[in-house]
């Protein structure tokens, strides 16, 4: 874990970097709180179902899978008319703020959100698999607690399966993304970092708001006064309508608010991320984080950070003992399109998790993790912006190539 000196005055924020290949799992359980009651059980997370998943729970098999969509054909990104490029970015402005769509009486597609930082306009959903995801969540969550500071909701899966597949194929075409390359400093050593994926970050901290007359407008949280335009050194991003649409879901059925929507895209077994706890001070103490899994399977590994050293090395008692085992025998989540983990309470302060390479049985399909988060200060819009986004190129999904092309304003 790395740390810089905070924008907040003088504390430091550890950044949110995951991707050298030796992380200093030397870092001590950080959760300060007493073992807190769990937030959410499988039971009453089943209450915060939406109505309509209630029904497809014992809707039969037959009109589920009546209901698949492909929309392979549907999710062509428009030409770039509304970039950044473009004169007419600001005029069309979408906030973060929109209602859904209506469910599928909507016949016309919705049109893209757009907005002076999106290098393309960015599609909506379908309506009918904006439909189908109202269905979410397919299953209700399964409330694992069951060794020392853990607390996950895993919901197996969170999406239909008619719809996951859809969903990957539509962000997979839909979003920007960019492998991000930055140097960390440690002494006078200067490491240059290639993140082994593909990333892209939407969304912001808790002191501000896109202004809901001009997304590219801020507003201070507190006052609704414009800010200065040198708040961020990076210019924020809302949520495009199609993530913004699972974002409102997932804040229905986990109970926690979301300001941030960070996408990981594997492009096969060779990317990954590496051991790490998302327990940075602009999350807050505590942070929930909802992690979204579509396309490939993928191994998902969880390890208690090592335990403080045993006062008495004789007998350290059985507590010792547990965090001892829990830290040398990681758990494994053999995470699947359409599922969904929940890390919340004391996970994050005393926990590290990882996507470790991957070889054989679908090592070579892609994966698509996003992750809804809250950041509370600035600190953190900053550190996801250049953590996620960076100074090189975009990449989109090339159908033709099947694989992530760099993109040249031109070709679309
Ligand atoms: O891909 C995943 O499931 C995990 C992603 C993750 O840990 C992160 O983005 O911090």
Known sequence: MIHKTSPLGGATLPTAIHDLDVMNLASVCTATSPVSKPQHTATNMSKKRTLHSFFSAGADVATKKARVVDISNTTKVSPPTNTALSSTAHDTPT???????????????PPPSTHPTYPFPISTLPPELSDLLSFSPYNPARH??????LDLLYFHPYIPPTAASSLFKFLRSSLPFYRVVYTIKRGAIETVVNTPRYTTVFGLDETAIFSPSDA???LDAKTSKPLPSKTYTCTPRPLPACLEELR??????TGHKYNFCLVNYYADGKDSISYHSDDERFLGPEPAIASFSL???RDFMLRHKPPPPAASTADPGPEHAALAAAHAKPR??????GDVILMQGRTQGCWLHSIPKRSGKD?????????????MVRGGTENYARYNIGEGPVYVWSEEGQ????????GR
């Open 95 to 109: 906030t973060t703020n929109q209602p859904p769509s209506p469910p599928s009486t909507h016949i016309d597609h």
């Open 144 to 149: 694992i607690t069951d060794a020392p500071d």
């Open 216 to 218: 590219s407008v801020l």
């Open 248 to 253: 409102k879901l997932t804040e229905a059925s």
């Open 295 to 297: 396309g490939a399977t």
């Open 332 to 337: 494994k989540f053999e995470l699947q399109s």
């Open 363 to 375: 090592a070579q399909r892609g994966r698509i993790n996003i992750t809804f988060r809250r950041a």
């Open 403 to 410: 694989e992530m092309v760099k993109w040249d304003r031109v």
